[in-house]
């Protein structure tokens, strides 16, 4: 098994013994990743560096403590399944436990002629390929709308309907609330 490695951004730099911790929840007692991995700052400052040697996949809550065991920061982030790096853990905005960001998202899909499509499955993930698990769903409204509650990131988005067949994966970058048209 290839290691995984993990990046992190800070805005302060020197910071030395970084410990990262990946756990199922953000109160499981044991650390996925046993242990803990050493954070090492690049010669880029601010980004430090751990290779995680298990094989750890899924939804997974990290934890940035320092030496003396101060915790700097934590968060829900997503690990895929066969993801050697680097892969990089947000400062902020966070998720909260139930996986929601802090922005409001909302994407419209509508047929051709611009008839809103209603109960579409909607699904949004953070690979493009088929097989990458769903980490959010929703079915769109009367007016056709799917909406979420995302951290901001790079998302891949893909919709299915009776009656309409889409192949297409859409690239969403979220850097705040707004509408999203999916082309």
């Given at each position: 098994?290839?290691?995984?490695?993990?990046?992190?951004r800070?805005?302060?730099?020197?910071?030395?013994?970084?410990?990262?911790?990946?756990?199922?929840?953000?109160?499981?007692?044991?650390?996925?990743?046993?242990?803990?991995?050493t954070?090492?700052?690049?010669?880029?400052?601010?980004?430090?560096?751990?290779t995680?040697?298990?094989?750890?996949?899924?939804?997974?809550?990290?934890?940035?403590?320092?030496?003396?065991?101060?915790?700097?920061?934590?968060?829900?982030s997503?690990?895929?399944?066969?993801?050697?790096?680097?892969?990089?853990?947000?400062?902020?905005?966070?998720?909260?436990?139930?996986?929601?960001g802090?922005?409001?998202?909302?994407?419209?899909?509508?047929?051709?002629?611009?008839?809103?499509?209603?109960?579409?499955?909607?699904?949004?993930?953070?690979?493009?390929?088929?097989?990458?698990?769903?980490?959010?769903?929703?079915?769109?409204?009367?007016?056709?709308?799917?909406?979420?509650?995302?951290?901001?990131?790079?998302?891949?988005?893909?919709?299915?309907?009776?009656?309409?067949?889409?192949?297409?994966v859409?690239?969403?970058?979220?850097?705040?609330?707004?509408?999203?048209?999916?082309?």
């Amino acid at each position: 098994m290839a290691n995984t490695v993990i990046h992190y951004r800070h805005l302060v730099r020197g910071l030395t013994g970084l410990k990262l911790e990946l756990r199922s929840s953000a109160v499981s007692a044991d650390p996925l990743n046993t242990g803990g991995d050493t954070l090492t700052e690049s010669v880029q400052g601010g980004l430090y560096t751990a290779t995680v040697t298990e094989a750890i996949t899924g939804r997974c809550w990290f934890t940035i403590k320092t030496s003396a065991g101060n915790v700097i920061d934590e968060g829900w982030s997503s690990l895929l399944a066969d993801t050697v790096g680097p892969y990089e853990l947000r400062e902020t905005p966070q998720e909260d436990e139930n996986g929601n960001g802090p922005y409001n998202i909302t994407i419209p899909w509508t047929y051709s002629g611009g008839t809103a499509l209603v109960g579409a499955q909607v699904w949004i993930n953070t690979s493009s390929t088929n097989s990458s698990p769903r980490l959010y769903e929703a079915i769109t409204d009367g007016s056709g709308n799917a909406k979420f509650q995302l951290a901001a990131g790079t998302y891949y988005v893909r919709m299915r309907a009776t009656g309409y067949r889409s192949n297409s994966v859409y690239t969403l970058v979220v850097t705040g609330e707004e509408t999203f048209t999916l082309s």
